[in-house]
């Protein structure tokens, strides 16, 4: 198949690029650059008021869909459902639940990559939008599944269309917050999945109270049908609110379009400018080394995150009934949503990874252990709270961190973030067969493998650390000290 060739419309936004960088007479849009604060990696704190007004700007346009469309991908029906007669109405037997859990990872893994490829060729709104419509039909259509064949078809299906969409909005919030700014964004979007985390439970005790056998329809099948019609609904005006790339978003004016575009070029390390070819970024993503540890980080920092499948059940050894161990799921995912905002602002203010990182991951290590040495309900709910709170906030620095050092290019930046976020979220295919219900109630296997891979992601990050100390050594050898936008870490 040929490689996917610029439009017109492309090369004019590539030659309006050079125009902005180059421009010696729009003071404006130099301005952040000569009025900011420089810290020791070259990163920029925002002085200028303009600067500060567009990224406001950007806030309030781009966070609040992402979170919505986040809070609405459709995961948690089915995960509550098997609290009510999900299991039985489909005669699952032994580990079929925990495959159709899987099952939908081995098509969202299928589709990341190439789908970030293709989204930095097409309108991005429209592309996510499109796609998040299919999800919601199938989500809501997943109420006709009468067995375990057809709910593995509707749980595959579901996974394909719903690829494109979390690599596509980190790559999106890439595109428009520099170093400092995108730990914090990335945190905020990320709680519209935690949210729908939290609440689902009490939305499906809800369900299961008022409509379980209304209309011959059981409380999971109730479930899908109002998570796919109002996700529907959220479809439709995504494809007018979502933005493009900053050159051609039509919310902003052409002074803040260049503006939004100089201040993620000058934020870059190593940034090229032009573009270059889907097919080169994908070269360059697979050849740098970096990507593969990014990738093993996130990997081993989502195969400890493989509670988020399970934590009903965890939650339920706890041994209270259904409607309490519903609600029960709720606070540790709003202590996670508090506290990965508060991780991911702290690492963007001091433009620190590493010790974020190391910090966060101990302390969900601590709470996996609280949970698996007793059999006390008091400590093995506060050993939830603790492992559940402490692991969110690292999935946005390791994504962050990943743009940031991987983006010499756009197109090679598109590439690394969804092959990072591929191989993270391999782990939820062979993770839920460590929490078989065979290992209840402490799940010794699951707690214990998740601290081992929490400290892997710690070695990983220090791994990393050296490596770039090291680098920006070279670049600064290499300059004469000239060197003045440095990796973090």
Not at 144 to 150: E, G, K, Q, R
Not at 256 to 268: E, L, N, V, Y
Not at 317 to 336: D, E, G, H, K, Q
Not at 344 to 367: D, M, P, Q
Request: with cysteine.
């Amino acid at each position: 198949m040929a490689a996917p060739r610029k439009s017109e419309e492309g090369k004019a936004d590539v030659s309006q690029m050079e125009r902005v960088l180059t421009a010696g007479s729009l003071g404006d849009v130099d301005k952040p650059n000569q009025d900011s604060k420089v810290d020791e990696f070259g990163a920029h704190t925002k002085t200028d008021p303009k600067e500060i007004a567009l990224v406001k700007k950007i806030d309030w346009y781009i966070l609040p869909i992402l979170w919505v469309i986040l809070n609405f991908l459709d995961r948690n029906a089915m995960i509550n459902g098997k609290l009510n007669s999900l299991a039985d109405d489909l005669n699952l037997k032994g580990t079929q639940y925990n495959t159709c859990v899987s099952i939908l990872f081995v098509g969202y893994l299928c589709g990341q990559v190439p789908s970030n490829m293709i989204l930095n060729r097409v309108r991005p709104s429209w592309y996510m939008a499109g796609f998040m419509l299919a999800w919601s039909i199938i989500s809501l259509l997943t109420y006709m599944a009468h067995d375990y064949s057809t709910m593995l078809a509707c749980r595959f299906l579901l996974g394909i269309t719903e690829a494109p969409f979390y690599p596509g909005a980190l790559y999106m919030l890439s595109m428009f917050y520099t170093r400092k700014e995108i730990a914090t964004r990335m945190a905020i979007f990320y709680t519209g999945n935690m949210l729908a985390s939290a609440f689902s439970g009490l939305i499906a005790a809800g369900v299961f109270a008022g409509l379980d056998g209304k209309h011959n329809l059981a409380g999971w099948q109730w479930l899908f049908i109002i998570q796919g019609a109002v996700s529907i609904v959220v479809a439709i005006a995504a494809f007018y609110l979502l933005p493009d790339a900053p050159l051609k978003t039509r919310w902003l004016t052409e002074e803040q379009r260049q503006m939004a575009h100089k201040r993620i070029f000058d934020d870059t390390t190593d940034r090229r400018e032009g573009g270059t070819s889907v097919w080169k970024g994908l070269r360059e993503a697979c050849s740098d080394w970096r990507t593969w540890v990014f990738c093993l980080m996130d990997n081993m920092h989502l195969s400890a995150n493989g509670f988020k499948n399970f934590l009903p059940s965890v939650v339920k050894t706890l041994n209270y009934n259904t409607t309490i161990t519903l609600v029960l799921t709720c606070p540790p995912y709003i202590l996670a949503g508090i506290l990965s905002i508060l991780v991911s602002h702290s690492s963007g203010r001091f433009n620190e990874r590493t010790w974020h990182t190391t910090v966060s991951k101990l302390i969900a290590c601590a709470g996996f252990a609280m949970s698996v040495g007793t059999l006390n309900t008091t400590v093995r709910y506060v050993g939830i709270m603790i492992f559940v709170g402490a692991t969110y906030g690292v999935n946005n620095i390791i994504l962050g961190w990943t743009a940031s050092v991987l983006g010499q290019t756009d197109e090679k930046k598109a590439v690394a973030i969804a092959m990072c976020n591929t191989f993270g979220n391999l782990a939820s295919v062979y993770t839920p067969y460590l929490w078989p219900d065979s290992d209840e109630p402490r799940y010794l296997k699951a707690m214990l493998a998740s601290i081992g891979f929490s400290l892997g992601v710690v070695v990983c990050a220090w791994v990393m650390r050296f490596a770039l100390q090291r680098q920006n050594r070279k670049m600064l050898a290499a300059s004469n000290g000239g060197v003045t936008n440095l990796y973090v870490y």
